[in-house]
């Protein structure tokens, strides 16, 4: 079965440093997501993504986040001046815009 | 603002004991509530959308119910394949082709040979 493959699987950073996430969707899909899950927490909400702009974001997604999709294939999500509260596992998800959401395994960025 | 609380956090079942798992939801107008499977150190794994109440869906050895509050993931048989973090999710009036979901925290089943 086609997968949504993420990198990097983990990331380290230090507080104030900027990240880039990395998604390689699924080859036929449109609609591009990205949620996070802090430990313990619930899977939330950031951003989706169709058409190359941005459909909707949540509260959490702020000026610090932005998303594009540079090259025609790969989905990028980009934290400028990371905090600590921005620890998390970032997962991709991509869909056609029928009911099934594809998400990767996610990237686990721990901010020092 | 859309809620979906799940119930027990946890769940320990013995393999071959059936069980269910709880859904409510707050929400306005459903467009959707959705039931995932996440395995450790993995992203969620589609199960299930449900669309409107008195619908059930099965797959193996699962079945969800819905009614106008609360969604129901029942197990039966259950073997130790099973045992995963269930979510539930809910996606509420947005637009076409919109997944803004609300997911719940889960429910961590172990099933124990």
């Known amino acids: 079965e086609p997968e949504v493959t993420q990198t990097p699987s983990h990331q380290v950073t230090q507080m104030g440093q900027e990240v880039i996430l990395r998604c390689v969707p699924i080859?036929?899909?449109?609609?591009f997501y990205w949620y996070r899950q802090i430990l313990g927490q619930k899977v939330e909400f950031l951003v989706s993504?169709?058409?190359?702009?941005?459909?909707?974001k949540s509260e959490i997604f702020d000026d610090q986040f932005s998303v594009e999709r540079p090259d025609g294939s790969n989905f990028t999500l980009k934290i400028r001046s990371t905090k600590l509260e921005d620890s998390a596992m970032y997962f991709c998800?991509?869909?056609?815009?029928?009911?099934?959401?594809?998400f990767g395994s996610g990237t686990q960025l721990s901010v020092l | 603002e859309d809620q979906v609380t799940q119930s027990p956090e946890a769940l320990r079942l013995q393999e071959g004991e059936s069980s269910s798992l709880n859904c409510s939801y707050t929400?306005?107008?459903?467009?959707?509530l959705f039931w995932y499977r996440q395995d450790p150190g993995k992203g969620p794994e589609f199960l299930f959308t449900?669309?409107?109440a008195g619908e059930e869906k099965e797959k193996e050895r699962l079945k969800a119910t819905l009614t106008k509050k609360e969604s129901f993931l029942h197990i039966t048989a259950p073997k130790p394949e099973d045992s995963a973090t269930y979510l539930c999710?809910?996606?509420?009036?947005?637009?076409?082709?919109?997944?803004?979901?609300?997911f719940g925290k889960g429910t961590k089943l172990s099933v124990i040979p």
């Open positions: 998800a991509t869909g056609t815009g029928g009911e099934k959401l594809f």
């Open positions: 080859s036929n899909h449109l609609y």
């Open positions: 993504f169709y058409n190359n702009e941005i459909s909707e």
């Open positions: 929400v306005s107008g459903l467009r959707g």
């Open positions: 449900l669309y409107s």
């Open positions: 999710a809910v996606q509420g009036p947005r637009g076409a082709g919109s997944y803004q979901l609300t």
